[in-house]
């Protein structure tokens, strides 16, 4: 990875900074992101004294609000004209119904909004690479059947099964992406990280399980307590993998599971209806 530069969301923490440290250590410069600056500053040393490489950078910006996003390309791209690799890896886990400051329902607005509207600010930057890969994480326990009239939770909000409706919205529009560019030089894919102790397991709670899980709760409290990273670790394979794989260069609109194995699309994601919905439904509340 010499020579490549990469940008990975929300890698000040959890699968995003374990991914920035292995593909530190393959020897690309990589550009992180979060909110926080002492998270941020904190980390980039971690990343840097464990990678050995001191091409880390950190830019803060809030992936939540359009304006953010825009802040985050303006920044990136006064200091790098080509991207190599984009990783949209910060997620959420809303524990309530919130809404962003552009009016967005928040998992929607991280979820969803967010890679599209990075993804497609960094179009040019990605074109000027020569072999450009955007990657997207998605979550595990993915609905069969994705709620089109409930997007932003419209009609109810449900914990886990929200954040889980928002990722197979993203599965969607980042599939139809990746069908609009395929006569470009970008692939656009997904991938699934597996359950790892993090911040973002770490804080959901009871009442985001659905009710005739909940009485798992302390069993899956269990299984996210923290480890150091380790799960993180494992978690951040499949990231890697379709960052860095000669494999998968010319491969676009697959997904990688989280024991790094290449599948096709559920079914759900390739319904044509489904993907051209919310394709139009996003560009359209992007550009007001
Ligand atoms: N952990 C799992 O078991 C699991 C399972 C399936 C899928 N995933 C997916 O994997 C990805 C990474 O999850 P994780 O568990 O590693 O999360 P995490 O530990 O909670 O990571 C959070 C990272 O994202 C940043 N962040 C959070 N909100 C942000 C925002 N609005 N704007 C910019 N940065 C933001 C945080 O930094 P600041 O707080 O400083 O902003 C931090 O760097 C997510 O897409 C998640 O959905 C995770």
Known sequence: M????????????????????????LGATVVVTGRNRQNGEDAIKEIKAISKNNNIELILADVSTIAGIEGLVTEFKSKYSHLDVLINNA????????????????NFAVNVVAPY????????????????RVITLTGGDLPSKIQLD???????????STYSQTKIAMMCLMYEYAQKLKKSNITINICYPGQASTRMTQNVTASMLPLLIRPMFPLFKMLVRPDNGKSAKKASRSSVYLATSKEVENITGVYCDKNVHLKAMPEVVTIDYNRKYIWEKV???VNG
């Open 2 to 25: 010499t020579n490549k530069i990469v940008l990975i969301t929300g890698a000040t923490s959890g699968i995003g900074m374990q991914t920035a440290i292995s593909l530190a250590s």
């Open 91 to 106: 997620g959420l886990a809303a524990n309530e119904f919130k809404t962003t400051e552009d009016g967005f329902e928040a």
């Open 117 to 132: 509207v990075l993804t497609t600010l960094l179009l040019e930057t990605l074109k000027a690479s020569k072999k450009p």
């Open 150 to 160: 409930n997007l932003q939770s419209e009609k109810s909000f449900n914990g886990l």
């Open 283 to 285: 560009v359209g509340l």
